[in-house]
Nanobody, 122 residues
Framework: QFVESGGGLVRSGDSLTLSCRAS????????VAWFHQTPGKERKQVSC???????EYVESVKGRLTIDRDNAKETAYLRIHSLRPEDAGFYYC??????????????????WGQGTQVTVSS
């Protein structure tokens, strides 16, 4: 599983860093993804980082999100820049046991974080 932290109440235009620490498995071999979910909507992947550090972003967040990882700390990060009201919601990190690429990760997600809530005030 992952233990997430970093959410909270922020102002529109601010930046925020979410953290996701692996617990019970070694992170370095696996890709990690971040998902965003708002009430009544499905959870959507917004970014992924492979085991070797290659990153992916959905088009709508490119330029505003930065995903990173520190394998020595067993932790992945998601930094959100220039926060907008639509960035509010719950953020979840996840990884799969099939391998280190984002495509392998999408074959099956094995470990999830508990979610961290981001609230954006205008």
């Amino acid at each position: 599983q992952f233990v997430e932290s970093g959410g909270g109440l922020v102002r529109s235009g601010d930046s925020l860093t979410l953290s996701c620490r692996a617990s019970g498995f070694i992170l370095e071999s696996y890709a990690v993804a971040w998902f965003h979910q708002t009430p009544g909507k499905e959870r959507k992947q917004v970014s992924c980082i492979t085991s070797n550090g290659t990153t992916e972003y959905v088009e709508s967040v490119k330029g505003r999100l930065t995903i990173d990882r520190d394998n020595a700390k067993e932790t992945a990060y998601l930094r959100i820049h220039s926060l907008r009201p639509e960035d509010a919601g719950f953020y979840y990190c996840a990884a799969g046991a099939y391998g280190g690429t984002c495509a392998q990760m999408r074959l099956g997600l094995e470990w999830w974080g508990q979610g961290t809530q981001v609230t954006v005030s205008s």
